[in-house]
């Protein structure tokens, strides 16, 4: 039932153009230079912000997506999802989501900062 960081690699490199980068010594991965996912491990008691759940030791990936979508993944998955902020992040815990669950909000980030023509 639980993923893995080599998991979201897979997933995230099968979207169209979607390639690895790194970004503040993360590794990312993007559209177009747009970020929509983005690797690292959850520390224990962080401080707030959108990197602190990505520095210690618990696998997370931290995705882009609609407010709404987050809530009801959120929701759908509370165990594994986390609606971090109004700027459309939220983190998903790898060692609590199902491959297919992952592989739909990693469709879902991509498709957010994707650009039209490779929605059609």
Known sequence: MSCAPADVRRIALALPEAYEDTHRG???????????????????GAGQGFYAPLSGARPV???????????NLAAAHPEAVVAAGRYGFCYVWLDEVAPDAL?????????????????R
């Open 26 to 44: 993360r590794p990312t991965f993007r559209v177009k230079k747009r970020i929509f996912a983005s690797l690292g491990a959850e520390r224990p």
């Open 61 to 71: 990936v931290s995705l882009t997506l609609d407010r709404e979508d987050q809530l």
């Open 103 to 119: 592989e739909l909000m990693l469709r879902m980030s991509w498709a957010r900062a994707a650009p039209k023509r490779l929605l």
